[in-house]
């Protein structure tokens, strides 16, 4: 895995979308809108980028239609475990200068 | 489609590995219906049981399973979350403590013809879970 930030996954309400995925397998696109504070239209949008570029899958199973199930993909879970590594190197290339650099 | 990605500050990147955590912690402690914990707790109760009827009672044990495995998941894609794990440790371990007390039911049935431990590591894997299940309430609270 190359850590690498990801310019689909990068906005913030898709890698909150990403993240949710990720711990859930497959979720109701109803579980995310809950908890992301968009409208539906601006989460519809959100959705169809990570639908495009493949890391995404949406479906709709059994009988009812009228719910939306959204999934990653292999290649849309690689490229976000790239992100999240790129954001933790970001965070731990911040050096914090310990106690022992100031005693003499 | 996107091609300049803003590199993030460190606060910046650390703000979003919150947002991260916040978000799937969100997910995986989406409240369970109340029914689910007692329906749970007796199926592994009755599972665990099972060892008390020797051979006789494989049958029932995969029947008793199939119900807990097929009861879990409808519930879950009722709830839009068909395959997320809790977050709360105390509800893993206890979970983890009645699946044990299966396990154990399994060796004792294999050492000794009486069923009275059986009978006590049936009640006790539903005490566990039903604990376990007042643990994950009180972590997710209670559905909308």
């Known amino acids: 895995m190359t850590a690498e930030l990801d310019p689909i996954i990068h906005p913030t309400h898709r890698l909150r979308i990403c993240a949710m995925l990720v711990a859930g397998s497959t979720l109701e696109l109803s579980v995310i809108k809950k908890h992301l504070d968009l409208s539906p239209s601006a989460l519809s949008k959100q959705v169809a980028a990570l639908v495009d570029a493949g ?3 949406q479906e709709r199973l059994g009988s009812d239609t009228r719910r939306v199930w959204l999934s990653m993909t292999r290649q849309g879970r ?3 475990q790239g992100h999240i590594a790129a954001l933790r190197e970001i965070v731990n290339a911040t050096t914090v200068p310990s106690p022992d650099n100031y005693r003499g | 489609m996107e091609n300049n990605t803003h590199v993030p500050d460190p606060a910046e990147a650390r703000e979003a590995l919150a947002s ?3 978000a799937q912690r969100a997910v995986r402690d989406t ?3 109340t029914w689910i914990y007692p329906a749970n707790a007796f199926l592994l109760g009755a599972m665990t049981l099972t060892f008390a009827l020797g051979d006789d009672g494989f049958p029932f044990l995969l029947a008793a399973g199939a119900v ?3 009861v879990n998941v409808l519930a ?3 709830m839009g979350t068909p395959y997320t794990l809790p977050t709360s440790r105390v509800f893993l371990a206890l979970v983890g403590a009645s699946t044990a007390c299966l396990f154990a ?3 004792v049935s294999e050492l000794t013809a009486q069923a009275w431990p059986i009978v006590v590591l049936a009640v006790a894997a539903a005490a ?3 604990a376990g299940g007042v643990a994950h309430r009180r972590s997710t609270g209670t559905p909308r």
């Open chain 2, 76 to 78: 879950g894609y009722r």
């Open chain 2, 31 to 33: 409240p369970w219906p």
């Open chain 2, 20 to 22: 991260i955590d916040t």
């Open chain 2, 128 to 130: 566990f879970y039903l």
């Open chain 1, 78 to 80: 690689k490229a976000y």
């Open chain 2, 68 to 70: 807990l495995m097929a």
């Open chain 2, 105 to 107: 039911a399994f060796v």
């Open chain 1, 55 to 57: 890391y995404v899958k």
